[in-house]
């Protein structure tokens, strides 16, 4: 529609075009905005060769740049206004109509304000804002203010109002529309100022990049289109932060780096004059400003396209100086960098590697862990990118202390072996370079986190023995792997199936309890089942409500339970398994719940129990594999491994298999293999075999006569011709799976029991071996011939007699093949009295009392029990072990524990204090296993609080970690046990601080009260047990074993109640352990707990009458207890010292009347050398042996550490410094002679160092005389001892101490006949009735006293290889 032309009037009046009335602010918005709309609509047609138009309409256009529009508060009128004002601009351009500058300013900054309205594309005026848009950038309106002074203030205005309004639903004609308006503001000026340059890089900050995506798109295309105009503004800025420090020029100096880093990306030419500054920057003093420099470098070194590293040599190097810098945070960034780099750059690895090497060893978590990252990236990408050296740095970290660390390393090293062993990517070079990497992930196993166990099954399953292979090539790929593997790795692979048969037979039980009526006990044992099944999941916190949740779920589903009965069951087939896996989770998987947490838990559990890798047929394959070896038409060397290693790790593998897969054995084809390894030489293969035998042989009676035929006759062999272990598997073997056991066992039984010879030793092991386990199987029909025989032949004739004597070269300890065969029939012996005794399971006949007397006996003689002196010292240390051991076993079986008196407990708990290193190692670890199953009484965890005195490190860290371990087995039961609270005296961890108590109070150490020195050990184990019981103030236990400690005081010694020495001990020991505790417990008002119950076995019941308030430590002494340095070694002084005898403290059978006299005797002083050498000694676990101890630790895989820090301890004699149990100076004539002579010595030697307490088992007494001493005096004897007088105080003791030498033949003689009287009495029975009682009548043998001479007390000096000289006072009571 076209207006009618109108007349400009002579006066300057505002002409509108035609049928427009006037706009004023008499109107209503409504008609402002209508008739506005008809001024833009005239505008908008207007060009710019109209020149009457624009005459006409000049006071128009000057009108609509009046205050009433600019600042209307109507949005539409202004939007009209501003497109008309934009019009007018493009008309009357290049002169715009206004020539006020502060007019253009106001006009430029409302056009500004209106292109907000941009940001709503569905708005109804998005048009017109997008039209206005689109005219400011064809006509390049902006660029009249490049007149105005502050011209800066609107383009600021106008680049950020773009920048913010600019989205994702814009067309690419609108960025095209800004881009165009903001570089011509850019490019056609003078330059651009620093708060322009700000407002365009503020864009590329992550904040807002991350905020507005399509602004940072926005910045980036105007950078690169203004790069050569805008690159000196970007250097002057960077210059002006970077190297001059002036970060205040700009509010975006903090980041400095993120725009470098994104300029970079767009652009390397935008900071071309920048790249040099960061060198300046990577060598600040400000380890941030360093930190963030070196991330800036990484991102640009790091990045794929990038060649900087080439371009700028000089930064390069700089930046890889950062791997070694001061700063924590830049070597973890510079470590980070490595990855990408090895991976994008691999030119670049070589200039690495030596970085990382000196990295691989940070003491930073996260630099560890990055390093990992980066090595197996790349080893993965190239073995040959990464050493051995490197590869070792993985390895120890599959042992960090971080679960994250571990994890990575393990992964990684599981996915190197996988391609490189496995799939042999690399060729057999290759492969032997990470042959290693099985071994060490499955000594992983023995960690005690359960992520550390579920995550070697995981690796076992998809990396070593992949389970989705061909059966056979599956089965081929396990009996190679298990060949070559180290026997630490067998063992924890045995141990990983033993755990998920194990998890498998709790999934059954359960199964089962779904089946029986519901009921409350069925409900308890439900909850106890579903307890332990978390216990074997990731997060068991969390996995105690899944469990929960699957167990309803099995409740309420019966098809579900028939396919997980079916998972576990025995028949059940690696296919069907996989079959019921995938439905079981086809059920319970939730469309709608993408991530399901308890999915994933049971499947973690399906995982398991799955038998993935065990069937029939896998069976089979594994007997064809080994009948191929054996035949030798398979090349094992091939693989890696010897033919008869092969053989023999097939056959450990069945054997391992046939425990948890015995159902998938049942085959003659299977059966007829054994048979033939059963008849080859080799002795392991035979035993092998035997026990497969036993285990899944269950059927063979009945489905498979012919090989029952053939294997009768071969078990009766081995039983009794056969090894020790063949002999003990081949009784159980005939146990177990025939039904005429009886007279299969009878047949064995009678022609050994009737062949037996002592002087014949070698013949002897195999015999007692068999006997002592048919005795235990079969009780009821053997128990009574076996009476006979332990009476005659056993006590009689084999203990009681030393036929051989043993080598007389002082090791404490010798290698198995070289034990006398004399003293390893001893030990079967000994073990048979236990097998017997534990099959009859009663004392009826008092055999028990008889054997743990016979027992005590052999401890007390420190292993020579007819103290002939024929029997070495190592073999002397496998009868102590052995004796400890016995005693041990019987107090596992309830009827024998309650006739083990204190006296006896205590010397058994004495050998985990004896002379020999692995007699302590051996017990210790025998007395954890047995406690670990709860099978051993509470009070036997005692004896761990005398660990403290080993000298020893590992031994002590290894008693530590097993007290550990019982503990939180204890209390785990105890949880999971409602039953349990009714045995809690057995089962509760801190009811032991009693037994250790009373222990700590009968040592033999602890002879005087108030010494400091003996104190502070008392304090030491008293420390080493509570220490543990101590860490967590569970159910405010740290008050309840105060209580205890405060209600012993209480009470009396029930071993020697009406003894004021026992009971002032007894007393001192609580005060120790009260002021220990006091020391530790934070709570000041705790609630005093119900009073403990004590054992009465040790204490009697409190006196109502007695109150005892007394303190048995002094103030000083609590003051040296609690804040005085430890001693620098233990009790024990040295790794190599001899201790004394275990238990030698004899039993209390005197009377009350008793006068006893103590006589101390001090030893040659030691020159302070040899004091430090004992120190150091003592630390590093020097070899006491003379040999390289053989150390059974807890963690197997660390076996070899502590080996290779033994040395051979084997040295020759000085004139001043003699060998291991150096002669001691003879005291013949009493306590004077023995003062003199010491200090004669004193004065020869100078000043001495004051003697130290020896530990462990008082030392074997010997007859003397003044010839004896002569003799002795002119050879070392090996731990030969001179007898103090028996009473220093009287005639008596210098008659006893000169007895003739001539009458010590008949002497022991006469002993020897004692001995056999008491032990077989007078028909041959064995009774033994030695009396423990507090007296004996006079015409009594006393076995306790003839095992020594006739004086009382005795002092013993040694000195070894420059160690501590030690004393020891031993005290013999004797009925007057």
């Not at 579900?560 to 069951?569: D, F, K, P, V």
């Not at 097998?835 to 009392?849: E, I």
């Not at 001090?1162 to 020097?1182: C, F």
Request: neutral net charge; proline residues 5%; hydrophobic residues 35%.
């Amino acid at each position: 529609m076209e207006f009618p032309t109108q007349q400009k009037a002579p006066d300057g009046k505002i002409i509108y075009p035609p049928g427009v009335k006037d706009i004023t602010d008499k109107i209503s918005n409504d008609e402002v905005v209508k008739r506005l709309k008809m001024v833009v609509k005239t505008f908008m047609d207007m060009d710019q060769d109209s020149e009457d138009e624009k005459q006409q309409y000049l006071p128009l256009a000057l009108h609509l740049a009046s205050e009433f529009f600019l600042r209307n508060p109507n949005k539409d009128v202004r939007l009209l206004v501003a497109c008309c004002l934009a019009d007018i601009f493009r008309i009357y351009a290049p002169e715009a109509p206004y020539t006020s500058h502060d007019k253009l300013k106001d006009i430029f900054l409302f056009i500004t304000r209106q292109l907000k309205g941009l940001e709503d594309t569905k708005s109804p005026q998005f048009n017109r804002y997008f039209y206005l848009l689109e005219n400011l950038a064809w006509v390049k309106s902006y660029n009249i203010c490049f007149e105005l002074e502050d011209c800066n203030e609107i383009f600021m205005q106008l680049f950020k109002t773009l920048f913010s309004v600019i989205n994702n639903s814009h067309n690419q004609k609108v960025q095209m529309h800004m881009l165009d308006l903001m570089s011509s503001i850019t490019m056609e000026g003078d330059g651009v100022t620093q708060e322009l340059l700000d407002t365009i890089l503020i864009n590329l900050i992550p904040a807002h990049k991350n905020l507005n995506k399509q602004a940072f798109d926005l910045a980036k295309v105007l950078l690169k289109r203004t790069a050569q105009t805008i690159e000196p503004c970007i250097a002057n800025f960077f210059n002006q932060v970077l190297v001059l420090g002036k970060s205040s020029v700009s509010d975006l100096s903090e980041h400095i780096f993120d725009l470098i880093q994104e300029l970079f990306a767009i652009d390397p030419h935008l900071l071309l004059s920048v790249m040099p500054q960061l060198e300046f920057k990577l060598k600040s003093n400000d380890g941030e400003e360093r930190l963030a420099v070196v991330r800036l470098l990484a991102k640009l070194f790091g990045s794929k396209d990038s060649d900087l590293a080439t371009q700028n040599r000089p930064l390069w190097q700089c930046f890889l100086g950062r791997f070694n810098d001061i700063h924590v945070p830049v070597r973890l960034e510079s470590v980070k960098f490595a990855s990408h780099c090895l991976m994008n750059h691999p030119d670049l690895a070589k200039d690495l590697t030596e970085f990382l090497k000196v990295r691989s060893h940070d003491p930073e978590e996260a630099i560890r862990h990055d390093v990992i990252v980066t090595i197996i990236t790349a080893g993965r990408k190239d073995l040959s990118l990464v050493n051995d050296q490197l590869l070792g740095f993985v390895r120890e970290r599959t042992l960090d202390k971080r679960w994250r660390v571990r994890k990575e390393a393990m992964m990684g090293l599981a996915q190197l072996y996988k391609k490189y062993c496995l799939h042999a990517e690399a060729g057999k070079e290759a492969a032997e370079k990470v042959s290693w990497i099985k071994d060490k992930l499955l000594h992983i196993y023995y960690q005690n986190s359960i992520d550390d166990k579920l995550l070697v099954e995981k690796i076992f399953a998809q990396y070593l023995v992949p389970h989705n292979l061909e059966t056979e090539e599956r089965m081929k790929c396990l009996y190679y792997l298990y060949a070559s593997l180290d026997p630490n790795a067998v063992k924890a692979l045995n141990e990983m199936w033993k755990c998920q048969n194990m998890l498998r037979s709790h999934v059954r039980e359960l199964l089962d309890l779904h089946k029986q009526p519901a009921s409350e006990a069925n409900s308890a044992a439900m909850f106890g089942k579903l307890m332990t099944i978390a216990k074997n999941l990731p997060d068991p916190g969390k996995a105690q409500d899944f469990v929960k949740k699957f167990n309803q779920v099995l409740g309420d589903d019966e098809k579900l339970r028939s396919q997980l009965e079916m998972l576990i069951s025995p028949t059940c087939s690696c296919r069907q398994a996989d079959v019921c896996v995938r439905e079981i989770a086809r059920k319970l998987a939730n469309p709608k719940q993408p991530t399901n947490p308890f999915l994933e838990m049971v499947k973690f559990l399906l995982e398991r129990i799955a038998p993935v890798h065990i069937d029939s047929e896998a069976i089979s394959a594994l007997v064809k594999l080994m009948n191929k070896s054996i035949e030798g038409t398979v090349d094992d060397e091939e693989e890696g491994v010897s033919p008869d290693s092969a053989i023999r790790a097939g056959l450990e593998l069945l054997k391992v298999l046939s425990f948890t897969h015995p159902t998938s054995f049942h085959s003659a084809e299977t059966y007829e293999s054994l048979l033939q390894c059963l008849r080859m030489e080799d002795d392991k293969v035979a035993e092998a075999s035997i026990q497969i035998f036993r285990n899944t042989g269950h059927k063979i009676e009945t489905d498979l006569p012919q090989i029952r035929s053939a294997l009768i006759p071969i078990l009766h062999q081995k039983a009794k011709r056969g090894t020790p272990h063949q002999a003990k598997q081949a009784v159980h073997c005939i146990h177990a799976i025939f039904s005429n056991k009886e007279v299969q066992l009878a047949q064995i039984f009678e022609p050994l029991s009737r062949s037996l010879n002592a002087d014949v030793p070698e013949q002897l092991v195999t015999p007692l071996v068999s006997l002592g386990h048919i005795s235990m199987l079969a009780p009821d029909q053997f128990a009574s011939p076996m009476k006979s025989v332990v009476a005659n032949f056993i006590v009689k004739d084999l203990l009681m007699n030393d036929r051989s004597i043993g080598d007389k070269n002082g090791k404490l300890w010798s290698a198995d093949e070289d034990v006398s065969p004399e003293v390893l029939a001893k030990v079967q012996a000994i073990k048979l009295l236990v097998r017997w005794l534990l099959g009859m399971k009663n004392n009826q006949s008092k055999s028990a009392n008889s054997t743990l007397r016979l027992l005590s006996a052999m401890l007390v003689s420190e292993g020579d029990l007819t103290e002939h002196k024929k029997i070495s010292k190592s073999d002397m240390s496998r009868l102590r072990l052995a004796a400890g051991g016995a005693i041990m076993k019987l107090a596992q079986e309830p009827c024998y524990h309650e006739i083990i008196t204190p006296e006896q407990f205590q010397l058994c708990a004495l050998v985990i204090n004896d002379e020999c290193y692995q007699v302590r190692q051996v017990f210790a670890q025998k007395l954890h296993k047995a406690l670990v199953k709860l099978q051993l009484p509470l009070e036997y965890m005692a004896i761990f609080a005398l660990c403290a005195k080993d000298p020893v490190k590992e031994r002590r860290a290894h008693a530590r970690q097993c007290l550990l371990k019982n503990i939180s087995i204890r209390r785990e039961y105890i949880k999971q046990n409602p039953t349990a609270n009714e045995k809690l005296l057995s089962l509760l961890p801190e009811y032991v601080v009693p037994y250790m108590i009373h222990l700590l109070a009968h040592d033999t150490d602890f002879t005087k009260p108030q010494d400091d020195d003996q104190l502070r050990d008392i304090k030491e184990c008293l420390w080493f047990m509570l220490e543990v019981l101590m860490a967590k103030n569970e159910n405010n236990s740290h008050i309840f074993m105060k209580k205890m400690c405060e209600n012993i005081k209480q009470t009396r010694d029930a071993q020697a109640p009406d003894d004021p020495k026992a009971n002032e001990k007894l007393y001192t020991v609580c005060d120790v352990a009260l002021c220990v505790m006091n020391s530790k417990i934070t709570v000041a008002h705790a609630e005093v707990p119900k009073d403990p119950l004590l054992p009465s076995r040790f204490f009697t019941q409190p006196d109502k009458e007695f109150c005892n308030d007394k303190s048995y430590i002094s103030d000083e002494a609590r003051v040296l207890l609690l804040t005085g340095k430890p001693k620098p070694t233990s009790v024990l002084g040295a790794v190599n010292k001899p201790l004394s005898a275990t238990g030698r403290r004899p039993y209390h059978r005197s009377a009350g009347n008793e006068t006893l006299t103590n006589v101390s005797v001090n030893s040659e002083s030691d020159s302070p050398v040899g004091i430090r050498q004992s120190s150091d000694a003592s630390e590093t676990g020097v070899s006491e042996n003379d040999e390289h101890p053989v150390r059974i630790s807890v963690t197997p895989a660390k076996s070899e550490s502590v080996k290779n820090k033994e040395v051979n301890s084997d040295q020759t004699a000085t004139p001043n410094v003699t060998e291991r149990g150096k002669k001691r100076s003879a005291a013949s004539a009493g306590a004077e002679n023995i003062r003199k002579e010491t200090e004669e010595k004193k004065a020869e030697d100078g000043p001495t160092a004051p003697p130290k307490p020896r530990r462990g088992r008082p030392p074997k007494s010997e007859s003397q005389g003044s010839a004896a001493k002569n003799d002795d005096s002119s050879k070392p004897a090996g731990r030969g001892r001179k007898r103090a007088a028996a009473n220093q105080e009287s005639p008596a003791g210098h008659e006893v101490g000169n007895a003739k030498v001539p009458k010590q033949d008949k002497k022991t003689a006469q002993r020897q006949m004692d001995l056999q009287s008491q032990f077989l009495g007078s028909e041959g029975d064995s009774l033994w009735e030695i009396d423990s009682s507090p007296g004996y009548s006079s015409n009594d043998a006393d076995l306790f006293s003839t095992c020594e001479s006739s004086q009382d007390t005795e002092e013993k000096a040694v000195e070894e290889r420059g160690q501590l000289k030690v004393k020891r006072i031993l005290l013999c009571r004797r009925r007057k």
